[in-house]
């Protein structure tokens, strides 16, 4: 079982940076491939960012390869989004997830999910 909390959503404005975290409680965090996800006004939840449990390899999807970055720290049970020359349409509550395989993009495949933080980006 795994717990996961998201901060570091806010307002900011378009080119700007915002960096999230997920905290992580249970004993198996470091075993689980972790992504981020997010949600737009009236949009499905789509796939942002994963990363393996070594943290070795990173995915992300064409629309924030090259401004985001996903990390981890497994001996502080942590995930990070890094949001660099962010966009009105990066606006979006973002969950941050747990699963089985990084390489996945489904919501399906992640077994536990945070409660999401809101990031709004202005123009």
């Known amino acids: 079982q795994v717990q996961l909390v998201e901060s570091g959503g806010g307002l900011v404005q378009a080119g700007g940076s915002l960096s999230l975290s997920c905290a992580a409680s249970?004993?198996?965090?470091?075993?689980?491939?972790m992504g981020w996800f997010r949600q737009g006004p009236g949009k499905e939840r789509e796939f942002v960012a994963a990363i393996t449990w070594s943290g070795r390899s990173t995915y992300y999807a064409d629309s924030v390869k090259g401004r985001f970055a996903i990390s981890r720290d497994n001996a502080k049970k942590s995930v990070y989004l890094q949001m660099n020359s962010l966009k009105p349409e990066d606006t979006a509550l973002y969950y941050c997830?747990?699963?089985?395989?990084?390489?996945?993009?489904?919501?399906?495949?992640?077994?536990?999910w945070g409660q999401g933080t809101q990031v709004t980006v202005s123009s």
């Open positions: 997830a747990a699963g089985r395989s990084a390489t996945s993009r489904h919501a399906y495949d992640y077994d536990y």
């Open positions: 249970g004993r198996t965090f470091s075993t689980y491939a």
